[in-house]
């Protein structure tokens, strides 16, 4: 656990301060489901950058997973980061909003899975943001179409560029003669004079020039041996692991942040042995006055909350809710453990209540939120629940589920299509209109493998069982487990599919804990939703509260990383986004 929050700290505050100028081409001309893209030397491309002194990231025939992964090189924080320059050559689709640079396995897509087979530019410009002395775009393609659904339309669908940002478009060849001109040191709008097949987009700085004419700006990076001593440091967050970096690296571009933290650590460490060792005299006296005296030296230490709900327990507050025997008696004959408490505590705090951390002890605060919505129904204010409470919270839970339920039904199922019948049923197999959306699957004339199929008793397994079930073994979900017993409960890999979904339960049970005992802050919560926005994986808002958006981001990363898909923030999540920002 220790490990887990010094990762959170190096994500946080370690990342590297020097600049670097960085470049990212990708060349896709072999698609599966769209014509070829001819014109598109990646390689002599990739060859001038890194000549020119680019840190620089290049393939060829990239599926959309790829793609991304090669764009994270853009997403590593500087203090001051140096000329930043992108170059797409492939098939793009675009809405009325945005536009994707689709992926050598798109196939057809429609408004729900382009972003899933392509690339936002929006992503791709937010990630060059800040370069300097700035950041150019090549968008490379040309005039013939790839297959996709109503909604989208072939073609770069931008008008401007934004703020800080300079676009090109045009051909693959066009694009590349640019390049190597504006590597010799003209101007934007010079290298796009000269080449009538090429546009730049309203907004661009066409007399930017990224590099002096007839040189290079001066690159600086560290050796590979002082990233790596400074990783390991950053792992161990320990003293004599800092003392060892300064040791190597007394001058290194980590050596400010190496003595901060050296300072910090020797500190930190004789005041959690003092936090222990007060906390175990008062537990064992266990008196208010004990529990005062460690609540006073240590406000934010590790054991304030059980302090806290100790201290209610032996001597209650003037301001605390009137306690009456009957009701503190009905609620311990509920024997709730403590993971239904926690429980409780999270849906107080979702009606904008303070019940404090959702720990599972019903401590001072807890109590006073119980006792706050108790008024707010106008029930008599104890405090304590009773069984018929309990019921009334968990209805609510039950309210806002079938409010999401119905929600994510009209963004997707409700349009008949496969596609967003299949977007419902993955994030609600049990759903409200779960079976009405089986229904019109199987009476689509483009249903999938899954569709429900049935047969005599003692026939061969029928074709929709393996089907099925190959679809299942693709997914690797629980959803996609309860799919298939759903439809197949006495099928040919019915045991096995109980099986593997006991041990996948078992598995994001066991992740969820993880995360709890993490005590996250929203701060660190933040942080993670940003570093996910920055991998490309759609968090939505970063606002530090993990929503179902949250959670399919953090499950889509952990697939691309090749992690326990878990929706949750585990310790190897945590490992990857700090490696990931490491790199």
């Known amino acids: 656990m220790r490990i887990a929050a010094v990762c959170l700290a190096v994500l946080a505050g370690a990342a590297p301060a020097w600049a670097e100028n960085r470049a990212v081409i990708i060349g896709n001309a072999d698609y599966e489901s769209a014509p070829d893209l001819a014109g598109s030397d990646t390689a002599a491309a990739a060859r001038a950058l890194r000549e020119a002194g680019f840190t620089t990231q290049d393939g060829v025939d990239q599926p959309a997973g790829a793609q991304r992964r090669a764009l994270e090189a853009l997403a590593r924080a500087e203090d001051r980061p140096g000329a930043r320059i992108v170059v797409l050559n492939g098939r793009f689709l675009h809405d009325a909003a945005e536009t994707w640079f689709m992926g ?14 392509g690339v936002p530019l929006s992503l791709v410009m937010r990630l060059m943001a800040g370069g300097k002395p700035g950041s150019v775009l090549i968008l490379g393609t040309d005039g013939q179409q790839m297959p996709h659904r109503p909604g989208l339309e072939n073609g770069i669908g931008l008008a401007e560029a934004p703020a800080g940002l300079s676009v090109v478009t045009g051909t693959p060849e066009a694009g590349a003669r640019a390049l190597a001109e504006l590597l010799r040191g003209h101007t934007l709008g010079q290298v796009v004079a000269a080449e009538p097949a090429l546009r730049l987009l309203s907004g661009s700085a066409a007399d930017l020039a990224l590099l002096d004419r007839g040189g290079r700006r001066p690159v600086v990076v560290p050796q590979a041996a002082e990233r790596e001593a400074w990783a390991r440091a950053a792992t161990a967050d320990s003293a004599a692991a800092y003392r060892d970096y300064l040791s190597d690296f007394p001058g290194g571009l980590y050596a400010d942040a190496a003595r901060a933290r050296l300072g910090q650590v020797g500190g930190a460490a004789a005041r959690r042995e003092s936090d222990r060792q007060t906390w175990a005299a008062a537990a064992a006296g266990h008196t208010p006055a004990g529990y005062e005296t460690y609540l006073r030296r240590f406000p934010s230490g590790r054991f304030v909350a059980v302090a806290r709900a100790r201290l209610a327990e032996l001597r209650p507050g003037p301001d605390a809710a009137p306690q009456p025997s009957s009701a503190a008696a009905a609620e311990r004959a509920l024997t709730q453990g403590r993971a239904e408490r926690a429980a409780i505590q999270r849906r107080l705090a979702g009606l904008g209540l303070q019940p404090g951390r959702a720990d599972g002890v019903f401590g001072s605060r807890t109590r006073a939120a119980i006792a706050d919505w108790q008024r707010g129904n106008r029930l008599p204010a104890t405090g304590y629940l009773s069984r018929p409470q309990l019921q009334r919270l968990a209805a ?14 009209q963004k997707t199922g409700a349009h008949g299509d496969a596609e967003g019948l299949h977007a419902y049923l993955g994030r609600y197999p049990r759903g409200i209109h779960a079976e009405a959306a089986r229904r019109q699957l199987a009476g689509l004339p483009d249903a999938p493998p899954d569709a429900a199929s049935g047969a005599a008793p003692g026939a061969q397994a029928p074709r929709g069982d ?32 109980r099986e593997r979904l006991a041990t996948l339960r078992a598995g994001i049970e066991a992740a969820r804990r993880e995360e709890q005992a993490l005590l996250l802050n929203p701060s660190t919560r933040r942080l993670i939703e940003d570093r996910l926005r920055i991998a490309g994986m759609q968090p939505g808002a970063v606002d530090g509260e993990f929503t179902d958006e ?11 990383r ?11 999540t945590i490992s990857s986004l700090l490696s990931d920002v490491l790199r």
């Open 562 to 572: 090749n992690l326990r898909v878990t929706g949750h923030v585990t310790q190897q």
């Open 104 to 117: 050598t396995d798109a196939g057809e897509p429609g408004a729900l899975a382009v972003g899933r087979q």
């Open 396 to 409: 609510l839970d039950q309210q806002a589920e079938a409010q999401q339920d119905r929600g994510w039904w």
């Open 550 to 560: 949250t959670r399919e981001a953090l499950r889509r990363y952990q697939a691309a």
């Open 466 to 497: 393996e089907a099925t079930w190959r679809w299942v073994r693709r997914q690797g979900s629980a959803a996609a487990h309860e799919t298939y017993l759903e439809r197949f409960p006495a099928g040919r890999h019915a045991e096995q599919a």
